[in-house]
């Protein structure tokens, strides 16, 4: 196994931010194409109709909370493996979630509807840094945020890969650092969530042990940090 690098704040602000330089998580849906060695064309070549798109639209109609747990990688250029994280993830809408990463460094990612929280355990460090408009544009926000699809993405296709069907979204606006999100449901379940950024790394999420729609207080996306934890950044 790849001994993954702590993931700083710039690199987990990719989907959080529209243009973040030297950022270095990002995501593509590469099923096929890292199974099979094909092109992210034939990866991405629709072979019947698909309900990917209206999947993505009945999870952001109907879901306020998500719970999963999640086996993250991120991929270089030529597809090697270059991190491997697991953790669990809770949201809530609008504006509210928790990535815990457990392995192999200690994290906590959360949003409290205001500001986002980056602390890492090991470090005895947390980074805060606002939360404005611009991230109802970014793939984070776009599952736990409250505004319209389509004000920030552009639906290019459905399509069915894997035993998943997936929406491939692209961003409105050019000053980004990704170019492309894909969405992967099962049965009408968000399963997967991979991005292609703009240096060609890829890194694709996979949730399991999904919960939907289960009560959760607004009291668990809140983060004080620990006595003596240095704390980097300001708030709104």
Not at 6 to 34: K, Q, T, V, W
Not at 64 to 86: K, S, Y
Not at 204 to 220: C, G, K, P, Q, T
Not at 221 to 232: K, L, Q
């Amino acid at each position: 196994m790849v001994a993954c690098k702590r993931m700083d704040s710039e690199r987990f602000l990719l989907l959080l931010r529209p243009a973040i330089e030297n950022c270095f998580l990002a995501l593509l849906l590469c099923g096929p194409m890292l199974t099979s060695g094909g092109t992210a064309a034939q990866a991405l070549e629709p072979a019947v109709p698909a309900a990917g798109a209206d999947h993505l639209r009945r999870f952001l109609d109907e879901t306020l909370t998500f719970q999963a747990t999640f086996e993250q990688q991120l991929l270089g250029p030529g597809r090697e493996v270059i991190e491997r994280a697991t953790g669990t993830l809770s949201l809530k809408r609008p504006n509210r979630f928790l990535w815990s990463y457990d392995a192999p460094v200690e994290q906590l990612v959360v949003a409290d509807g205001s500001d986002l929280w980056i602390y890492d355990v090991e470090l005895a460090q947390a980074t805060v840094t606002p939360l404005d408009d611009t991230v109802s544009v970014t793939p984070a926000m776009l599952l736990s945020g409250n505004k319209p699809l389509e004000d920030g993405f552009e639906i290019l296709e459905s399509f069915d890969a894997d035993d998943l069907s997936w929406v491939r979204l692209v961003p409105k606006t050019q000053d980004t650092d990704f170019q492309e999100v894909l969405i992967g449901f099962r049965v009408g379940m968000l399963a997967s969530l991979r991005l292609l950024d703009s240096l060609n790394q890829v890194t694709s999420i996979e949730f399991m042990n999904v919960e939907l729609n289960r009560e959760l207080d607004d009291s668990a996306f809140e983060f004080t940090p620990p006595p003596g934890v240095d704390v980097i950044g300001g708030r709104g």
